[in-house]
C-alpha cells in the first residue's frame, strides 16, 4: 500500500506516507476503510477537544468528496498530503528565516544578529524590547538562540 500512495504522489517520502496509513488506521477503528463522524468525535476526545454535532458533520463534509457520510481513505490520504506539504514548506520557510538571522552561519542568532535583523524590519524595537524578546526565546539562557527555540518560540511568529 505504501508503494501505491508515493506512485500517487511521488513527491512524498516513505516516511509521510506510512504515518498517513498508521493514522488513518488508527481512526478507522472497526477497519471498515472508512472513518465515521463516531472514530472522528473520539480522535478529537482524546486531543482534549469536545466537537459538536454540527462541527462533526462540517469535518466530514469537508473532506467527503463522494458524499457518502464517511471520510475513506482516498479522501484522507488527499487531506493529510496536502497538510503534509504544507508543514514541509512551513519548515522550509523557517529555516530560510533562521539562516538569514545567523549571519555569521554558526548556528545561533545571537543578540547582536538579532538586534540587526530587528532594526531592518522597519518596526523601532527598543533595546529593552529586544532584551525581552531575547529572554523569551532563549529557553536555555545561553545568551542565543538555537534554532529549535526559534522555531518553538513566539517570535518567529511575530517576526516572520
Given at each position: 500500500?505504501?508503494?501505491?500512495?508515493?506512485?500517487?504522489?511521488?513527491?512524498?517520502?516513505?516516511?509521510?506516507?506510512?504515518?498517513?496509513?498508521?493514522?488513518?488506521?488508527?481512526?478507522?477503528?472497526?477497519?471498515?476503510?472508512?472513518?465515521?463522524?463516531?472514530?472522528?468525535?473520539?480522535?478529537?476526545?482524546?486531543a482534549g477537544f469536545n466537537p459538536t454535532k454540527t462541527?462533526?458533520?462540517?469535518?466530514?463534509?469537508?473532506?467527503?468528496?463522494?458524499?457518502?457520510?464517511?471520510?475513506?481513505?482516498?479522501?484522507?490520504?488527499?487531506?493529510?498530503?496536502?497538510?503534509?506539504?504544507?508543514?514541509?514548506?512551513?519548515?522550509?520557510?523557517?529555516?530560510?528565516?533562521?539562516?538569514v538571522l545567523d549571519v555569521n552561519n554558526d548556528g545561533f542568532i545571537s543578540v547582536e544578529e538579532l538586534r540587526n535583523a530587528l532594526s531592518r524590519t522597519g518596526d523601532h524595537f527598543t533595546d529593552r524590547e529586544i532584551d525581552e524578546i531575547l529572554r523569551l526565546a532563549d529557553k536555555n539562557n545561553d545568551g542565543r538562540i538555537d534554532y529549535n527555540e526559534f522555531v518553538d518560540a513566539d517570535l518567529c511568529k511575530s517576526v516572520f
Open positions: 500500500r505504501v508503494d501505491d500512495c508515493l506512485t500517487k504522489d511521488p513527491s512524498l517520502r516513505e516516511d509521510q506516507v506510512k504515518l498517513i496509513l498508521q493514522s488513518f488506521s488508527v481512526l478507522d477503528e472497526n477497519g471498515d476503510g472508512r472513518i465515521s463522524k463516531t472514530e472522528i468525535a473520539r480522535a478529537y476526545r482524546l462541527e462533526l458533520e462540517q469535518i466530514v463534509k469537508e473532506h467527503d468528496a463522494n458524499d457518502d457520510g464517511y471520510i475513506d481513505f482516498e479522501e484522507y490520504f488527499n487531506v493529510m498530503r496536502s497538510k503534509m506539504i504544507k508543514v514541509d514548506f512551513e519548515k522550509d520557510r523557517m529555516k530560510t528565516a533562521f539562516k
